[in-house]
């Protein structure tokens, strides 16, 4: 005859195994990470292009501390510590980083023409945008970047809570 702790420990290793959720992973929302992970990615790109328009200067630690904001919503909001979780941090990082950049040429290119921000959104051929982004690169933004998609990646996962010890209870 089996005690209930036993069968209780049987039954947990059995889940762990089978891939049924856990507790902390059952109450993670992948969708609502994403959806936070892309709007901080955003915003954070246009305060990027805000201030390299503002100093004049492409400074590589704005996409360190975009892959930094990104990774905590993802966890904040998503709870998750699965993979995925950390996909979507680093995927989002690494997006806003582009924006970022793309952004910053937007204004500089409203500041040319003396026309607002939107109407060249509006107007701009987006089939040369590869070309112009290409025409901005520095070989120091691969480092940025890849410390940002870290960042995003690393801070993207939830901390799995330590489960109590029911013997020691």
Known sequence: MLDKTSENESQATFADTTGVASPAQSKSNLPLALAAGVTTSVICAWIWAFI???TGYQIGYMAVGLGFAVGFMVRFTGRG??????ITG????????LL????SIVTFIAQEESMEIIAVLQQLDYAFVPELMASTFHAMDLLFY????????KYSF???PLEEDPSEV
Do not use: K
């Open 81 to 86: 510590s699965a993979m995925p979780f950390g």
């Open 158 to 160: 939830a901390p799995v």
């Open 146 to 153: 890849a410390i940002a998609t870290w960042a995003g990646f």
């Open 52 to 54: 390299t328009f503002s």
């Open 90 to 97: 680093a995927v989002c990082a690494l997006l806003g980083c």
């Open 100 to 103: 970022g950049n793309f952004f």
